[in-house]
């Protein structure tokens, strides 16, 4: 999947769900924010009301045990005059016997001594007043007068953030309740045990706390801002990978939608193809079966016979090459395709081909044209056969759909790299041609341009298909170039090794020890033909009768070792699949006994392991049924012609 995709699925589809998302993420993070900054400062506060309410305390305390004691005696100095406002005490100036003078400093006197002190080292102010005080210096300010009136009505503690002597500061307050011991000093004002007669306030600058505060505040800033900033990674990361995966499963979609419709297109090519096979099958059967039953009943003439032979034949032909065509494609399927390379003649072999493609056309509307290259070598390396059924194929497919203009098969020396030939192979006509569309899928397997039923033309839709398999097999290449209603032109393009003067002598004596016309080498022969259907045996002994070899039948592979355990064979033809003993046991037991005799596999298994499997079980040659007389002849001699080389 490529990243322009992807982006464009974050762009239409996860785009709007990340803004959405970076927005809540937004808001959460504000609203973390604030909710610390509001717990920060709620602390922040609480912590400075702890602060002055301990300090209240204290001073309390300490106030509480000053007065128990009546208040306390010190030396009289500048700071610590005899209080005016204490004239009326007894006893409030007093000389120890050594003759110190002292002087009796009530709880308030100290307190605002000691207040005044820790004001000027900075620390906490506090300042003990009432409304009705014995000193005017510790009257009330106007909020420490608010606050003793409220006092006056019930109010515990006062707190506030007030500005103080210039400065923002923090302030509580608390009353002072008149006990027993207060009298002492506050009788003569008409306090009563109980009565509110004043109180501390507690004031400190609240900059040192909220400068602490504000860096808190920075620092959980700064936290979020990070926690922010991850979270708009994680969130595009997110997103990202939301995308990627959107189009991992439409691609994984996309996919499954194009397997569906592949596998429906492949349902219904191969129920074409079965339909067609049908037809294709059925076609050559019934002519087949039809002259057979016209033959039985014997009212035919001598030429009537003649062509109904040669019909049945035909389409015996026909049916064997739909059988061959589908065990191609089928070795291509499992790769089992085993190319056979041999020195062969490329002139004569396409001379061969095209005089036998072209014997039923109609010359008078056709005109068929074979070109060979002059510099084209004597022989060549290469598989004739597979060559063959290309040519065969491709001319066939050119017959079929040229009625009249021409066909011209045309065979042409391109290029020529030391032994190396490169070949082109082109079969041309001026038939129905071909449309763009399926030129695109013509070697597919079962491919048709017209699979109607009132196709005009007919086929399995296999040829093509298995001449670029052939093709591709050999390292060449095969192109079409072609137009609705203006012919076709293929192109087979091979690379072939050339051989030399001495290799061709070779060949020329091997062509002419296998002759066409005569059996020089089956003079004096005996043959063992081992075949458990008698239809087949009937065939075989019937061809090898005119050799005028000693024919020797067997049922089966018992039967066959039995006989050559009493008797010498020039050579064996033995079916593979038989009962009691099958073929390949008895080339085995053969074999283990020392018996050289050669051995030729019948066979209807075209496949290349059973092949080799017959080979390596002690085989020396092999048949596949069904075979023609020809396919008989060219192995055995070419058995013979081996072994007496050897």
Same mark, same amino acid.
């Given at each position: 999947?490529?990243?322009?995709?992807?982006?464009?699925?974050?762009?239409?589809?996860?785009?709007?769900? *990340?803004?959405?998302?970076?927005?809540?993420?937004?808001?959460?993070?504000?609203?973390?924010?604030?909710?610390?900054?509001?717990?920060?400062?709620?602390?922040?506060?609480?912590?400075?009301?702890?602060?002055?309410?301990?300090?209240?305390?204290?001073?309390?305390?300490?106030?509480?045990?000053?007065?128990?004691?009546?208040?306390?005696?010190?030396?009289?100095?500048?700071?610590?005059?005899?209080?005016?406002?204490?004239?009326?005490?007894?006893?409030?100036?007093?000389?120890?016997?050594?003759?110190?003078?002292?002087?009796?400093?009530?709880?308030?006197?100290?307190?605002?001594?000691?207040?005044?002190?820790?004001?000027?080292?900075?620390?906490?102010?506090?300042?003990?007043?009432?409304?009705?005080?014995?000193?005017?210096?510790?009257?009330?300010?106007?909020?420490?007068?608010?606050?003793?009136?409220?006092?006056?009505?019930?109010?515990?503690?006062?707190?506030?953030?007030?500005?103080?002597?210039?400065?923002?500061?923090?302030?509580?307050?608390?009353?002072?309740?008149?006990?027993?011991?207060?009298?002492?000093?506050?009788?003569?004002?008409?306090?009563?045990?109980?009565?509110?007669?004043?109180?501390?306030?507690?004031?400190?600058?609240?900059?040192?706390?909220?400068?602490?505060?504000?860096?808190?505040?920075?620092?959980?800033?700064?936290?979020?801002?990070?926690?922010?900033?991850?979270?708009?990674?994680?969130?595009?990361?997110?997103?990202?990978?939301?995308?990627?995966?959107?189009?991992? *499963?439409?691609?994984?979609?996309?996919?499954?939608?194009?397997?569906?419709?592949?596998?429906?297109?492949?349902?219904?090519?191969?129920?074409?193809?079965?339909?067609?096979?049908?037809?294709?099958?059925?076609?050559?059967?019934?002519?087949?079966?039809?002259?057979?039953?016209?033959?039985?009943?014997?009212?035919?003439?001598?030429?009537?016979?003649?062509?109904?032979?040669?019909?049945?034949?035909? /389409?015996? /032909?026909?049916?064997?090459?739909?059988?061959?065509?589908?065990?191609?494609?089928?070795?291509?399927?499992?790769?089992?395709?085993?190319?056979?390379?041999?020195?062969?003649?490329?002139?004569?072999?396409?001379?061969?081909?095209?005089?036998?493609?072209?014997?039923?056309?109609?010359?008078?509307?056709?005109?068929?044209?074979?070109?060979?290259?002059?510099?084209?070598?004597?022989?060549?390396?290469?598989?004739?056969?597979?060559?063959?059924?290309?040519?065969?194929?491709?001319?066939?497919?050119?017959?079929?759909?040229?009625?009249?203009?021409?066909?011209?098969?045309?065979?042409?020396?391109?290029?020529?790299?030391?032994?190396?030939?490169?070949?082109?192979?082109?079969?041309?006509?001026?038939?129905?041609?071909?449309?763009?569309?399926?030129?695109?899928?013509?070697?597919?397997?079962?491919?048709?341009?017209?699979?109607?039923?009132?196709?005009?033309?007919?086929?399995?839709?296999?040829?093509?298909?298995?001449?670029?398999?052939?093709?591709?097999?050999?390292?060449?290449?095969?192109?079409?170039?072609?137009?609705?209603?203006?012919?076709?032109? *293929?192109?087979?393009?091979?690379?072939?090794?050339?051989?030399?003067?001495?290799?061709?002598?070779?060949?020329?004596?091997?062509?002419?020890?296998?002759?066409?016309?005569?059996?020089?080498?089956?003079?004096?022969?005996?043959?063992?033909?081992?075949?458990?259907?008698?239809?087949?045996?009937?065939?075989?002994?019937?061809?090898?009768?005119?050799?005028?070899?000693?024919?020797?039948?067997?049922?089966?592979?018992?039967?066959?070792?039995?006989?050559?355990?009493?008797?010498?064979?020039?050579?064996?033809?033995?079916?593979?699949?038989?009962?009691?003993?099958?073929?390949?046991?008895?080339?085995?037991?053969?074999?283990?006994?020392? /018996?050289?005799?050669?051995?030729?596999?019948?066979?209807?298994?075209?496949?290349?392991?059973?092949?080799?499997?017959?080979?390596?079980?002690?085989?020396?040659?092999?048949?596949?049924?069904?075979?023609?007389?020809?396919?008989?002849?060219?192995?055995?001699?070419?058995?013979?012609?081996?072994?007496?080389? /050897?």
């Amino acid at each position: 999947m490529t990243q322009h995709r992807i982006s464009e699925i974050v762009r239409t589809q996860v785009q709007p769900y *990340f803004w959405t998302a970076l927005s809540i993420w937004s808001l959460v993070m504000i609203g973390s924010y604030l909710f610390q900054v509001q717990q920060l400062k709620s602390t922040t506060l609480k912590q400075m009301e702890e602060s002055a309410r301990k300090e209240f305390f204290q001073d309390l305390t300490f106030r509480r045990w000053a007065t128990n004691h009546g208040g306390v005696y010190v030396p009289v100095t500048d700071e610590a005059a005899p209080n005016p406002f204490l004239k009326n005490i007894p006893e409030r100036d007093v000389v120890t016997p050594s003759g110190r003078k002292l002087t009796l400093v009530n709880p308030a006197y100290m307190l605002r001594q000691i207040y005044e002190m820790r004001d000027r080292e900075g620390f906490e102010s506090a300042h003990i007043t009432s409304l009705k005080p014995l000193n005017p210096n510790n009257a009330p300010d106007p909020w420490e007068e608010e606050a003793l009136k409220a006092f006056e009505l019930g109010e515990k503690e006062i707190v506030s953030i007030e500005e103080f002597k210039g400065k923002e500061h923090f302030r509580l307050m608390r009353p002072l309740r008149t006990e027993p011991a207060c009298l002492k000093c506050h009788g003569a004002q008409g306090y009563k045990v109980g009565q509110n007669r004043g109180g501390i306030s507690i004031s400190f600058p609240t900059g040192p706390w909220f400068a602490e505060l504000n860096h808190s505040y920075v620092i959980f800033g700064i936290g979020h801002l990070l926690i922010w900033i991850f979270g708009i990674l994680g969130i595009t990361f997110a997103r990202n990978r939301i995308a990627y995966r959107i189009g991992l *499963f439409e691609a994984q979609q996309e996919q499954l939608v194009r397997a569906k419709e592949k596998a429906e297109e492949a349902d219904r090519t191969k129920s074409q193809f079965l339909a067609n096979m049908s037809h294709e099958i059925r076609t050559p059967m019934n002519a087949i079966v039809g002259y057979a039953d016209l033959l039985k009943e014997g009212e035919l003439t001598p030429q009537e016979q003649t062509d109904a032979l040669g019909i049945i034949n035909r /389409n015996s /032909n026909h049916l064997v090459q739909i059988i061959n065509d589908l065990l191609d494609l089928s070795k291509f399927e499992t790769q089992s395709v085993v190319l056979i390379k041999q020195p062969l003649d490329l002139r004569k072999l396409m001379t061969e081909i095209f005089e036998s493609a072209i014997a039923d056309v109609d010359q008078k509307k056709v005109c068929p044209l074979l070109r060979l290259d002059e510099s084209l070598a004597k022989h060549y390396l290469g598989d004739g056969v597979r060559i063959r059924q290309i040519i065969v194929n491709l001319l066939n497919n050119s017959i079929k759909f040229t009625t009249q203009g021409t066909i011209a098969l045309k065979v042409e020396l391109k290029n020529q790299e030391d032994s190396i030939h490169e070949i082109h192979f082109l079969i041309e006509d001026s038939g129905v041609g071909m449309s763009p569309e399926y030129q695109a899928q013509i070697f597919k397997p079962f491919s048709q341009e017209d699979s109607t039923l009132s196709r005009k033309f007919s086929g399995a839709g296999l040829g093509l298909a298995i001449v670029k398999r052939l093709v591709d097999a050999m390292g060449g290449k095969v192109v079409v170039s072609s137009e609705t209603g203006a012919g076709s032109l *293929f192109r087979v393009i091979l690379r072939m090794p050339a051989l030399n003067e001495d290799e061709e002598i070779t060949i020329s004596e091997q062509e002419a020890a296998i002759s066409t016309d005569k059996y020089p080498h089956w003079v004096g022969k005996k043959i063992l033909v081992v075949e458990d259907t008698a239809t087949s045996a009937m065939i075989l002994l019937s061809w090898l009768k005119k050799t005028n070899c000693e024919l020797v039948f067997a049922e089966n592979g018992q039967e066959a070792l039995s006989i050559m355990a009493k008797q010498k064979f020039s050579l064996v033809l033995m079916d593979i699949q038989m009962p009691i003993i099958d073929g390949m046991t008895a080339a085995k037991q053969l074999r283990a006994q020392g /018996n050289s005799t050669p051995l030729v596999a019948l066979s209807a298994h075209a496949f290349a392991e059973q092949r080799q499997a017959a080979y390596e079980a002690g085989f020396n040659g092999y048949i596949v049924k069904p075979f023609h007389w020809t396919d008989v002849r060219s192995e055995i001699e070419r058995v013979l012609v081996a072994l007496n080389h /050897n």
